[in-house]
Nanobody, 117 residues
Framework: QVQLVESGGGLVQPGGSLRLSCAGS????????MSWYRQAPGKERELVAA????????NYADSVKGRFTISRDNAKNTMYLQMNSLKPEDTAVYYC??????????WGQGTQVTVSS
């Protein structure tokens, strides 16, 4: 059974940093484009950042550009999201997604990030 497991969430003060991880198993991780989404209470899920299968291409939501960095280590089947200069509006459940044309897509269960003083 395919698994995507997020970790690294928690409570952090405004201006602080967190690094999220998404570990994949039982699928060919290196063949999938990966992305991070988030969903705040009462809001729709939104794309935060995405990275191509080999890691050579990335893109970010305007709201996180310059603060968040997406990366991946295909040897470890893991994707990361380094989040710096966190703001209260970054509070949300963060999900990872694996996508490959012509194949099923997969989602993780989510990890809570709370930015509050």
């Amino acid at each position: 059974q395919v698994q995507l497991v997020e970790s690294g969430g928690g409570l952090v003060q405004p201006g602080g940093s967190l690094r999220l991880s998404c570990a994949g198993s039982r699928f060919t991780f290196s063949s999938y484009a990966m992305s991070w989404y988030r969903q705040a209470p009462g809001k729709e899920r939104e794309l935060v950042a995405a990275i191509s299968s080999a890691g050579g291409s990335t893109n970010y939501a305007d709201s996180v550009k310059g603060r968040f960095t997406i990366s991946r280590d295909n040897a470890k089947n893991t994707m990361y999201l380094q989040m710096n200069s966190l703001k209260p509006e970054d509070t949300a459940v963060y999900y990872c997604r694996a996508r490959r044309a012509g194949y099923n897509e997969y989602w993780g269960q989510g990890t809570q990030v709370t930015v509050s003083s």
